[in-house]
């Protein structure tokens, strides 16, 4: 139906009470998109089939590997690849966007990884506001990151978005700060900080943006 939804992950979050709870709120894709509240300090643990990008929205949270580890603040992130053992914590809540491969992950491209070796490479920590200091011109986006075969990209503008249209895969936008409009054929919605929508594959859309706008997608790498 092409029909678009909005969600806010602050308002998600404030749902979960538990420390260390998790809530799939969307799927691009194949990747779920979910919200983890990390308060305390979780297990050493590893996933064999499983990149996992940890992005903090609010708080602080310190993510250990045997790659290193990352102090990641709101509007930072960390990928942790498949097969290194890690583990985070955080001596407050804090709220972090887990994006991580939802659907048969063991059979996704024959990767499976049984271990890491320690030192093997580093954990490298991104941030979206590094990203868009550097862009000098609007509509320009960026990969900030990667997880499986789908890129986090960044970009800023003022205006209407030019984008692949129909959409040739699923599309997660998310307003960083500003206000965005996304409208489809039979539905539009209005996007401020902190809320998302997914334009699913094969929809004609169009997104515009009020002045000071960033925005955040996350869509297959061969957009």
């Known amino acids: 139906m092409n029909k678009l939804e909005k969600l806010n992950v602050f308002e998600v979050g404030r749902k979960l009470e538990r420390p260390f709870s998790v809530m799939a709120i969307a799927t691009v894709g194949d990747i ?16 064999l089939d499983n990149d996992e990008l940890f992005w903090v929205y609010d708080g602080t949270i310190l993510l250990e590997s045997e790659w290193g580890e990352a102090q990641l603040r709101p509007g930072e992130l960390a990928v942790v690849p498949k097969g290194v053992r890690h583990r985070s914590s955080s001596g407050a809540r804090a709220s972090v966007l887990l994006l991580r491969c939802g659907f048969l992950p063991d059979r996704k491209n024959g990767r499976r990884r049984l271990y890491a070796i320690a ?13 868009l200091q550097r862009l000098t011109l609007p509509f320009r986006f ?13 970009a800023w503008g003022e205006g209407t978005w030019p984008m692949e249209i129909p959409a040739s895969h699923d ?18 919605v209005h996007l401020h900080p902190g809320d998302l929508t997914v334009v ?11 002045h000071g706008t960033s925005l955040v997608r996350v869509t297959r790498e061969d957009v």
């Open 119 to 131: 030192g093997e490479s580093k954990l490298k920590r991104a941030s979206f506001r590094g990203v």
């Open 32 to 47: 779920l998109f979910s919200i983890y509240i990390c308060q305390g300090t979780l297990d050493w643990h590893s996933h």
């Open 171 to 188: 599309v997660l936008f998310f307003v960083l700060n500003g206000t965005a409009t996304a409208r489809t054929h039979n539905s539009m």
């Open 200 to 210: 699913p594959q094969g929809a004609i859309y169009h997104v515009s943006t009020m």
């Open 142 to 154: 960026q990969t900030v990151a990667q997880v499986e075969d789908s890129i986090v990209q960044t």
